[in-house]
C-alpha cells in the first residue's frame, strides 16, 4: 500500500484526540411537555439472527425513505487499515417500516468505510477513508465516479487525507469535508472540476488548532438547507458552523456539554437541523435540534452510545449510527398538539 508520509505526525495528533475536558455551561432543558419529542423505535432494525452488523459509521435516506448503511463489516478502526479490502457487503439498504434488509452490497470493494451521502437521483456517495477516496454508484451499486488516488494522501485538488463526508447540491455540484488530516473542505463542480476550498488549518497543526471562525478541527459531517447553506460539524472543535454556498462564514453553535461534535443532518420539512456528539467520560451521545439560525430549541441524552451518523427522513424521523453497539436506532417524531 503506497502511503505517502504526508503529515503523519498531525494525524496521529488528531485520531488520538479526546478533546478538551467540560466545560461549565448555562443547562438547556431536556425535551418536555411543551416541545415535541422522539420515541425510540424497540426492536429495529429486524435483522436475521445470524446477521451481524459492523460499525455503522454512514447513513442515508433514499428515494423510498427507506435507510441506507454503511458499516465496516467486522473491521475494526485502524490507521493505516489493512491492505485487504473487506470481504463482506458493507452497504444495506434497510426497510423503513419492517426494519428488513432489502438490498445488501459493497464487497471487496472498500478498506475503511466512513460516510455516507445519497443524492436527488439516488446514487449512493461514500467515502474512504483508508482509500482516500470519494466514490459514486448509482442505484444498483454500478461504480459511476471515483475522486481521489488510491491510498495517497495529499491536500491539493485531487488528492484527500483522510475524507469524512459529502453532501450534494441539486445543481451537481457537491462539497467534501476533509476530514482528520486536511481539516478543509473542498466544492467540485458536476464535472468534477475543482472549485474552491476552505477552513485548512495551517501546515503547523501545534501552532494553529484550526478553531478560529471559518477554519475546522476534523470537520467529520456536513449537509445542505434548501436555501444552499453548509452546516458543518466541527469535531474536535465541538461545535457547528454554518456557511454560505461560497464557504462565507455565517454562524457557530458551540457545544460546552460533551467533547465531539460528530455529524449533522437537515430536517427539510420541518426545518430543523439536527446533530450528534459524543462524551467520552459519560460514554454517552446526545442528539440535539435547532432552528436552521443554530437556535436550539431540544435535545435528549441516550447513555451507553457513541453516534457517529444521523440522517433524518421525510416524517421527521430520525436514525443514527451507534458505532459503540453496532447498531442502528430510529427515533419517530412525535408532534406536540
Same mark, same amino acid.
Given at each position: 500500500?503506497?502511503?505517502? @508520509?504526508?503529515?503523519? &505526525?498531525? %494525524?496521529?495528533?488528531?485520531?488520538?484526540?479526546?478533546?478538551?475536558?467540560? +466545560?461549565?455551561?448555562?443547562?438547556?432543558?431536556?425535551?418536555?411537555?411543551?416541545?415535541?419529542?422522539?420515541?425510540?423505535?424497540? /426492536?429495529? !432494525?429486524?435483522?436475521?439472527? /445470524?446477521?451481524?452488523?459492523?460499525? !455503522?459509521?454512514?447513513?442515508?435516506?433514499? +428515494?423510498?425513505?427507506?435507510?441506507?448503511?454503511?458499516?465496516? $463489516?467486522?473491521?475494526?478502526?485502524?490507521? @493505516?487499515?489493512?491492505?485487504?479490502?473487506?470481504?463482506?457487503?458493507?452497504?444495506?439498504?434497510?426497510?423503513?417500516? *419492517?426494519?428488513?434488509?432489502?438490498?445488501?452490497?459493497?464487497?471487496?470493494?472498500?478498506?475503511? !468505510?466512513?460516510?455516507?451521502?445519497?443524492?436527488?437521483?439516488?446514487?449512493?456517495? =461514500?467515502? /474512504?477513508?483508508?482509500?482516500?477516496? %470519494?466514490?459514486?454508484?448509482?442505484?444498483?451499486?454500478?461504480?459511476?465516479?471515483?475522486?481521489?488516488?488510491?491510498?495517497?494522501?495529499?491536500?491539493?485538488?485531487?488528492?484527500? +487525507?483522510?475524507?469524512? #463526508?459529502? $453532501?450534494?447540491?441539486?445543481?451537481?455540484?457537491?462539497?467534501?469535508?476533509?476530514?482528520?488530516?486536511?481539516?478543509?473542505? =473542498?466544492?467540485?463542480?458536476?464535472?468534477?472540476? &475543482?472549485?474552491?476550498?476552505?477552513?485548512?488549518?495551517? @501546515? /503547523?497543526?501545534?501552532?494553529?488548532?484550526?478553531?478560529?471562525?471559518?477554519? &475546522?478541527?476534523?470537520?467529520?459531517?456536513?449537509?445542505? #438547507?434548501?436555501?444552499?447553506?453548509?452546516?458543518?460539524?466541527?469535531?474536535?472543535?465541538?461545535?457547528?458552523?454554518?456557511?454560505?454556498?461560497?464557504?462565507?462564514?455565517?454562524?457557530?453553535?458551540?457545544?460546552?456539554?460533551?467533547?465531539?461534535?460528530?455529524?449533522?443532518?437537515?430536517?427539510?420539512?420541518?426545518?430543523?437541523?439536527? $446533530?450528534?456528539?459524543?462524551?467520552?467520560? $459519560?460514554?454517552?451521545?446526545?442528539?440535539?435540534?435547532?432552528?436552521?439560525?443554530?437556535?436550539?430549541?431540544?435535545?435528549?441524552?441516550? !447513555?451507553? *452510545?457513541?453516534?457517529?451518523?444521523?440522517?433524518?427522513?421525510?416524517?421527521?424521523? %430520525?436514525? =443514527?449510527?451507534?458505532?459503540?453497539?453496532?447498531?442502528?436506532?430510529?427515533?419517530?417524531? =412525535?408532534?406536540?398538539?
Amino acid at each position: 500500500m503506497k502511503y505517502k @508520509p504526508l503529515g503523519f &505526525f498531525y %494525524i496521529w495528533i488528531i485520531l488520538l484526540a479526546i478533546g478538551c475536558g467540560q +466545560s461549565k455551561e448555562k443547562k438547556i432543558p431536556e425535551e418536555n411537555a411543551i416541545y415535541d419529542s422522539y420515541k425510540l423505535v424497540e /426492536d429495529w !432494525p429486524n435483522l436475521t439472527e /445470524d446477521y451481524i452488523l459492523g460499525m !455503522p459509521t454512514g447513513l442515508g435516506i433514499d +428515494s423510498e425513505s427507506n435507510i441506507v448503511v454503511f458499516h465496516r $463489516a467486522g473491521r475494526p478502526w485502524s490507521f @493505516p487499515p489493512p491492505e485487504e479490502k473487506i470481504k463482506k457487503n458493507t452497504i444495506l439498504t434497510i426497510d423503513r417500516e *419492517t426494519g428488513k434488509i432489502l438490498k445488501s452490497w459493497g464487497s471487496d470493494l472498500f478498506l475503511m !468505510p466512513h460516510g455516507l451521502e445519497i443524492d436527488r437521483d439516488n446514487n449512493i456517495w =461514500v467515502t /474512504d477513508v483508508g482509500l482516500q477516496q %470519494i466514490l459514486k454508484f448509482n442505484q444498483d451499486g454500478e461504480l459511476v465516479r471515483v475522486i481521489g488516488e488510491a491510498t495517497i494522501l495529499g491536500n491539493d485538488s485531487i488528492h484527500f +487525507s483522510l475524507p469524512t #463526508d459529502v $453532501a450534494g447540491a441539486p445543481d451537481g455540484s457537491f462539497y467534501v469535508s476533509d476530514g482528520y488530516g486536511n481539516s478543509r473542505v =473542498v466544492k467540485y463542480s458536476k464535472d468534477n472540476s &475543482f472549485l474552491f476550498e476552505w477552513g485548512k488549518n495551517g @501546515p /503547523d497543526y501545534k501552532l494553529n488548532r484550526g478553531d478560529n471562525e471559518g477554519e &475546522f478541527n476534523t470537520p467529520h459531517g456536513i449537509d445542505l #438547507d434548501k436555501n444552499m447553506n453548509v452546516y458543518i460539524a466541527d469535531r474536535e472543535n465541538n461545535r457547528i458552523q454554518k456557511f454560505d454556498s461560497e464557504g462565507n462564514f455565517i454562524a457557530v453553535w458551540q457545544n460546552k456539554s460533551a467533547h465531539q461534535l460528530y455529524s449533522v443532518a437537515v430536517d427539510h420539512k420541518n426545518n430543523h437541523l439536527l $446533530a450528534i456528539d459524543y462524551d467520552s467520560i $459519560a460514554k454517552a451521545s446526545k442528539i440535539f435540534r435547532f432552528d436552521l439560525d443554530l437556535n436550539l430549541d431540544m435535545q435528549f441524552n441516550n !447513555p451507553n *452510545t457513541r453516534y457517529h451518523d444521523i440522517a433524518i427522513d421525510n416524517e421527521g424521523t %430520525i436514525y =443514527v449510527g451507534d458505532i459503540a453497539g453496532s447498531k442502528i436506532q430510529k427515533f419517530l417524531l =412525535v408532534k406536540s398538539e
